[in-house]
């Protein structure tokens, strides 16, 4: 009985203690009534945040206990449980025996991105834009590079919805700051002198990407333009063929269909407030407006020789065919050119935008085979950028071929200066009679539509 009731004792302390460190017992009973050690299971490591280092509550020392046939194995004696501080708003750091530093949600310091130069919207500066490009080529603004007929469009901007024009397709009227700019001020211009006008048409200025559009042979670098005319009958959905004569019946209108002078007050602003390249339009309405902004508007006729061309020299405005419906503009582009001018290795080696292309004139027995082979490209390079089905080349036409590497750049974007009339006072009254403008066609380096 004694017996028994020790057994029981001492059972029960175990159990108490053990319990209390969260481990199981030491010693179990068999089925033949003999004691074997159990596995313990260790006792948990207890990490209390403080501010220094962390503190580390450890069982203490096994005492030995007497077991039944007098033997002894360690027991573990219930320790007081520790004194927990008082919580804290933010964790310390605790060390981080696999990462092998300090871990800590309030010491970590976000990892910022390299900050972006600031940018002024005309600079051109070499270094600044080199540095800009290299960490957000957006920062950059618009980019037109190359030829209007062999060009890339970058960060382009889309054609604005206004209430004084109409856009015929958003997908191709994305163009530079420059170019928009330039439209939608001529265009206001025209409402400021002449309140309550129409909307003008614009058509296609340039894909979002640049490139080849449609039926076109330009428009691939964001700064050229179709824009529609002002009618006598009103605003117009699409553009609409007018049927001039260049030549004015007594009586008669010279065009019925054409406001002329909401028409030449939008030409005129084209020519004197922006930095227009050429203006594209059929020979016979060049020489209706040419008429009317001498005879009407009584322009300076210097003025007019000069913009319209004269005794065999071009102006800026020059014939084009099937361009009876509307006027296609050219702009220059002082930032955005100069600006991918400056940029455009570093695009093509990061893989922004692809190998330039250069116009080739085709000589008499020269093959597609030989300018994949001069210009170190391929045939199908070659057929994917003019769109040719096979491999048969005209001599005397020039054809794109997309070159492998940039080469180096030449001199500076030039922009002339703006063409404007001398003012009224200024204008001799013995003046002699200019020649006609000049109707011939555009010269090379993309003056198609």
Not at 214 to 229: C, E, M, P, T
Not at 397 to 409: A, G, K, N, W
Request: charged share 25%; hydrophobic share 40%.
């Amino acid at each position: 009985m004694i017996r028994a009731h020790d057994r029981l004792a001492r059972w029960c302390g175990r159990t108490l203690v053990l319990s209390f460190l969260g481990a199981a017992p030491l010693v179990a009973a068999d089925d033949a009534g003999t004691s074997t050690p159990a596995t313990a299971t260790p006792a948990p490591i207890l990490v209390v945040p403080v501010p220094a280092e962390p503190v580390v509550v450890e069982p203490s020392p096994a005492a030995p206990v007497a077991t039944e046939a007098g033997m002894s194995v360690p027991a573990t004696p219930a320790p007081a449980p520790p004194a927990l501080p008082a919580p804290i708003e933010a964790a310390p750091a605790v060390a981080d025996p696999l990462a092998g530093d300090l871990a800590s949600p309030a010491a970590a310091e976000p990892v910022l991105a390299a900050p972006v130069p600031v940018l002024d919207p005309e600079s051109v500066d070499p270094d600044t834009l080199r540095e800009v490009a290299l960490v957000d080529v957006a920062a950059l603004g618009p980019l037109s590079i190359g030829t209007p007929d062999a060009g890339i469009l970058v960060n382009p901007q889309p054609m604005p919805e206004g209430e004084l024009w109409t856009i015929r397709n958003p997908f191709e009227t994305w163009g530079t700051q420059e170019t928009i700019d330039f439209v939608t001020g001529a265009i206001r211009s025209v409402e400021h002198r002449f309140p309550g006008s129409p909307r003008v048409v614009i058509g296609d200025i340039s894909r979002p990407d640049g490139g080849r559009l449609n039926r076109h042979k330009s428009h691939q670098a964001g700064r050229d333009i179709d824009v529609g005319f002002y009618y006598a009958s009103g605003p117009a959905p699409d553009f609409r063929v007018v049927q001039a004569r260049s030549r004015r019946r007594r009586g008669a209108p010279a065009a019925p269909q054409l406001d002329l002078p909401r028409t030449w007050a939008l030409m005129r602003a084209f020519l004197t407030d922006s930095d227009v390249d050429r203006i594209f339009l059929d020979r016979s309405l060049i020489a209706v407006l040419y008429r009317y902004a001498r005879e009407e508007e009584q322009e300076d006729r210097a003025w007019l020789a000069d913009v319209f061309g004269h005794g065999g020299r071009k102006g800026l405005v020059q014939h084009e065919k099937k361009h009876k419906d509307h006027m296609h503009v050219r702009f220059f582009n002082r930032v955005a050119q100069e600006r991918g001018r400056i940029v455009y290795p570093l695009l093509v080696e990061a893989g922004v935008v692809g190998p330039p292309l250069v116009r080739h004139r085709v000589r008499r027995g020269e093959t597609i085979g030989l300018l994949a082979e001069e210009y170190g490209t391929s045939v199908a390079a070659i057929r994917a950028a003019n769109r040719l089905r096979g491999n048969r080349l005209r001599a005397g036409r020039s054809y794109l071929v997309p070159v492998r590497h940039v080469r180096d750049e030449s001199e500076p974007i030039v922009v002339p200066p703006r063409r404007r009339p001398p003012p009224p006072t200024t204008q001799a009254a013995s003046e002699p009679e200019p020649a006609p403008p000049v109707a011939a066609g555009a010269a090379g380096g993309g003056g198609r539509d």
